[in-house]
């Protein structure tokens, strides 16, 4: 029996590998897809989580008090904040558009150029950063140590009396890895119910695979996967000063190159491109088609792209608005306005 | 059978009607009490309700696109901002302390002033006012309307296919009214458990009305039910220029006379005072006591008497996060930095 179970475990690891090598998922009665289903969210260890929910909403890792995670990652709002540039401490203006943090999990890296290796990386990097939360790391903890449930909270979670930030941002990341949202109309019909999209949907996604839009936009995250050159046939004319991937790796050859963006639950996080200069998704959709296709997509073939890209729209995460640990008397006040 | 229950509804009727006159509660065994417990919220239309919940967080109500009614009243920091005044539109410092929205139903009159009769008057206020959302009614109108969802959303609450400004208070008004926070400790004890508080907070609650602190803050709401001078004994020494309800009745009388604030929640809704100078409960309690009733508390009594303002944080309204219907293409788009 138990031979036969490893042997069936062997057989089933294949089958799913070979699957995966071909970015494929194989359902029923369906052709290979070069898009999979979002899985619903694992919870493994749900108290990381609830952590990791209260410092997402907490303004008070920002020098102001004001500005949390979830200011420019809005989960009332498709994980963004719907601006082209986020606003930082003191109102600055954020170089580039926030991306959404649904699904981010399923991403290669973190930020646009990728500069974080994962979800973990990147929490760290906003509280810090002058031009956004303008707190500093060693702050930001001090200040959770002077709140006595957060620290009992760490303790519980952690098991250690350890606080420092790999644990806030541990937390963070974990929360934020149960952000995906399944269960979109295209996945019910990736997994075969062919009703979930109409005559229209299908057919923009047959001109989204047919014109090359997927040869970017692939994989489970619709996207997420790559680094691309921004303005590969048409370059691309932008008053913003990112330069993408070459801020990283220091390599000319990588200027303009952005990660990919999902694109699940597009038609909620608006507006588009790195510098937020596309308002509608029928303008991403006409402008990737231009420079990065050399094509021109008929007013017919735009409408029935963006009603295609209408159906990544996945059942958004249901979240508690978290009740935050008050500050004790020792907690350091925040001063906005100095 | 009828007539029996309609005598019993009126002696009902009678009784609490008589209570309701001594400002007091009559629980079993116990004296009356000047303070009395918040009721649970009545959801008389929860769509309405749900509506308002919606527009509470929806940023789009204000120019920036980022700044939502929660920004201020942060309804997981007890209805309040934690700051010592608001940021507003490009991080204009608000004039005043952000009174907490939890049991705002409770009270008197709206803002510290009182200038708005309730909160549906309220509700209209942060929305045009150039320092705080800086947005206008008209626009705000016009954007909802450009939102299908909520086109369809205030017409199945409303009946009617106006949507105007008077909609919008109303459902937002709707909302805050289910932001109560009964079951505090205190309350527990005022409805006859006897072990909801221990001998500090009981000989803090007795101090509490022996010193005359219960003078203003009693009712439901430990205030919120008059208006009264700041610095009755010995004056008020701020910077801050506001000058309460003179400003509205333009009676110069009335200079420095400020809504009573509710106690509710006060552990959660530092800092202090409509300047929010005072920014732990200690502190507070030490001021008011010299400041309105000529008072120096013995740091035993102060220890009491916050021990027992602790007992006043009733259970805090369990929101789930609205997800927000996204911006149709027709919607204008926010430009914060303009």
Redesign the interface.
Known sequence: MKQRSTFRAILGGLTTTALLAMGAVQAKDMAPEPIQPVPAAKVTHPAKVELGKKLF????LSR???ISCN?CH?????GS????TS?GD??Q?GPINSPTVLNSSLNLAQFWDGRAKDLREQAGGPIANPGEMAFTHDLAVDLLRSIPEYVSEFKKVFSTDKLSIDEVTLAIAAFEETLVTPDARFDQWLKGNKKALNAQELRGYQTFKASGCVACHNGVNVGGNSFQKMGIVEPYKTDNPAEGRAGVTGKDADRFNFKVPTLRNV??T??YFHDGAA????EAVDTMGRLQLGKTFTPAENADIVAFLRTLTGK?P???????P??S?QTP??K??E
């Open positions: 909403f907490d303004p008070r102001s008090g004001f200011s809005n989960l009332s709002m498709g904040d719907n601006l082209k606003i003191k109102w203006k038609a909620l608006y507006p308002d509608t998704l029928s958004q249901q979240l508690t608005l978290p009740i935050l008050p500050s008397d006040r925040p906005p306005f």
